[in-house]
């Protein structure tokens, strides 16, 4: 049971945009720290995403956006594709836990 | 490029040890830290502890302290994750990843290692 709460799905048409919500507490986002998020395609590694909340690395479309607000973070993907088929993982900091935590992650389906 | 490559499955009995490597490229090793995070199968990711190559300074998960020793080798790059006392609830893709201490996120992964514990 994380401490970071992620729906377990979500899904959509092609071209169109889904959102995924990453709910804390007061001892994690909602104290301020950083909110990430990753995307593990099917049998492959986590890959960054966004980090900082909002910011994309170099190479990640533009498609993705990130965005924090209170003890909640999301992330939204408009123009669904095919590709995007794929877990994908919040993070941050808990400081109850004196750890690094991850959301359970959310299974996002293309219709 | 930044490259992290792991080193190939490990199966083993309840109570041995295993120990993963990590080699890295494309970056100045003692530069950054590397994490490793774990994942059983069907389930989500675990934070583990990260390892600073620079100072060897090293943060780790209070559920494994006692069995988890993290370790670098800055003449190769490399880092090394030894997890002891195994059980069969450790089974689980380890990975590691660069961690970007000073922003605290995972930036690049390596590609993974399966760790199969079974008697």
């Known amino acids: 049971q994380s401490v970071l709460t992620q729906p377990p799905s979500v899904s959509g048409a092609p071209g169109q945009r889904v959102t995924i919500s990453c709910t804390g507490g007061s001892s994690n986002i909602g104290t301020g720290y950083d909110v990430h998020w990753y995307q593990q395609l099917p049998g492959s590694a986590p890959k960054l995403l966004i980090y900082?909340?909002?910011n994309r690395p170099s190479g990640v479309p533009d498609r993705f956006s990130g965005s924090k607000s209170g003890a909640s973070a999301s992330l939204a993907i408009t123009g669904l594709l095919a590709e995007d088929e794929a877990d994908y993982y919040c993070q941050s900091y808990d400081s109850r836990l004196n750890a690094w935590v991850f959301g359970g992650g959310t299974k996002v389906t293309v219709l | 490029q930044v490259q992290l490559v792991q080193s190939a499955a490990e199966v083993k009995k309840p109570g041995a040890s295993v120990k993963v490597s990590c080699t890295t490229s494309g970056y100045t090793f003692t530069n950054d830290a590397i994490a490793w995070v774990r994942q059983a199968p069907g389930q989500g990711l675990e934070w583990l502890g990260w390892?600073?190559?620079?100072?060897?300074?090293?943060v780790s998960a209070q559920r494994l302290r006692g069995r988890l020793t993290m370790t670098t080798d800055t003449s190769r790059s490399t880092a090394y994750m030894e997890l002891r006392n195994l059980r069969s609830d450790d089974t689980a893709v380890y990975y590691c990843a660069r961690w970007v201490v000073s922003a605290k996120y995972f930036d690049f992964w390596g590609q993974g290692t399966l760790v199969t514990v079974s008697s």
């Open positions: 900082g909340n909002t």
């Open positions: 390892i600073s190559a620079g100072n060897g300074n090293s």
